[in-house]
């Protein structure tokens, strides 16, 4: 039966956005060097090819699940409050020593990826993304989390950045952001220096994030009589040495407010995850006239280097029907890799972590690790890799 509704919903997206892409597509196209970006796309029309091709099979389930149920241990033991003043970032983190267990949560992690643990290439100077799309539940968080933690247990040193009130990314990455700890807020809004506010996140060696709490709420309205106030959170990474970091992640929240615009300012590329289902094209046009906005008069290098398709639903021709239509508009800033509809993606946080520690042989974890993967790949392949 619900398949049948899903496919009674099959219509194509509406003229207009449609319209509104192919005029975002020459705007994103325009200037950029043709081959540049990974041209690394499965086969036209082909999402579902490209879900299966991300899930391979779990490389042990039982070894995933062992993890898992070790992970649950150590994560009572161990998380709280690491903390990590700035200049800590890029100190080694997780040699296993005498009284630590054999196996670290990451290492165990990377184990049950498959991965090999190799290194990926990493960025010659730390590259912001912004993980941005107005429309609430497309995945933003969830994108940041688990792509700032694949990316930090293949070497790089990442930190989120929660710009969100409601705090997910702080909630995912266990770290504390109560009412009244020194957050993101107070470096908006009380010109705190960002250095103060980030936290080492436990278990993963190099992943560092900046809080985001309640408080937040309220700066959207009181940023507003403050001078450039778009301009704050850029202000604020002026102020912080990101030496050390080769990716800095910003969570925004569902909105194109001034929180969303601060993050669009301060960061280069912009990352929109894009959920396979319906109406998650609508409201696109919206976001990409503001990231025009903000790129014309306050960040002229800003552009959208990624986009993300999530929540793939391989049952559903309507899930295949948008992934390709936004392929077909957005050609190869959209990642190869579609992150499939998956049980343990949605458990992950109610444990404070990333799936990539929580279950890393499910195919959540799995696709989030070769959508990172693509990520570093293509700075290399554009030549942004030291
Ligand atoms: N691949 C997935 N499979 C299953 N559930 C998912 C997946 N990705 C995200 N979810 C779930 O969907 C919900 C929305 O995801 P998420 O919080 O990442 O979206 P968001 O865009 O950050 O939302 P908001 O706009 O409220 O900030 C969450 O409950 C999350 O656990
Ligand atoms: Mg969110």
Redesign the pocket.
């Given at each position: 039966m619900a398949q049948a509704a899903d496919e009674r919903a099959e219509d194509e997206p509406p003229t207009r956005v449609r319209q509104a892409l192919s005029a975002a597509v020459s705007r994103e196209t325009e200037g950029r060097a043709s081959g540049g970006a990974a041209g690394k796309r499965l086969g036209s029309g082909s999402p579902a090819g490209s879900a299966g091709q991300v899930a391979p099979a779990a490389p042990a389930g039982q070894a995933a699940a062992a993890v898992t149920n070790g992970q649950a241990a150590g994560a009572s033991a161990g998380r709280g409050t690491a903390d990590a003043a700035a200049g800590q970032i890029g100190a080694a983190a997780a040699a296993p020593g005498p009284g630590r267990p054999s196996m670290t949560p990451a290492e165990a992690a990377l184990a049950a990826l498959g991965s090999g643990g190799r290194e990926w290439p990493r960025p010659r100077s730390c590259r912001m993304i912004t993980i941005a799309?107005q429309?609430?539940?497309?995945?933003?968080?969830?994108?940041a989390v688990n792509l700032a933690a694949s990316l930090a247990l293949h070497g790089a040193r990442v930190l989120v950045v929660d710009l969100?009130p409601?705090g997910?990314a702080s909630t995912a990455l266990d770290v504390e952001h109560r009412a009244g700890t020194a957050s993101v807020y107070n470096v908006l809004v009380e010109d705190q220096p960002l250095a103060g506010i980030v936290r080492a996140v436990a278990d993963i060696p190099g992943l560092y994030c900046a809080p985001a709490t309640i408080d937040l709420a309220g700066a959207e309205i009181e940023l507003v009589p403050l001078v450039a106030r778009e301009g704050r959170l850029s202000r604020a990474f002026a102020d912080y040495d990101a030496s050390n970091l080769d990716y800095i992640l910003i969570?925004c929240?569902?909105s194109l407010g001034l929180l969303t615009v601060n993050a669009l300012v301060a960061a280069a590329e912009v990352l929109i995850?894009i959920q396979c289902e319906y109406y998650a094209l609508e409201g696109l046009e919206q976001l990409l006239r503001t990231i025009d906005l903000v790129k014309s008069h306050l960040n002229p290098g800003l552009y959208v280097s990624t986009i993300l398709l999530?929540?793939y639903d391989g049952r559903t021709r309507l899930a295949s029907q948008v992934a390709e239509e936004v392929r077909e508009h957005f050609g190869e800033v959209v990642l190869s890799t579609v992150?499939?509809?998956?049980?343990r993606?949605?458990e992950a946080?109610s444990y404070g972590q990333s799936v990539m520690t929580y279950d890393p042989g499910s195919s959540?974890a799995q696709a989030y690790l070769e959508a990172a993967r693509e990520v570093a790949d293509r700075a290399a392949e554009l030549g942004q890799t030291g």
């Open positions: 799309n429309k609430g539940g497309v995945g933003k968080t969830t994108s969100d409601q997910n969570d929240p569902p995850p999530t929540m992150i499939p509809r998956s049980v993606v949605s946080p959540g």
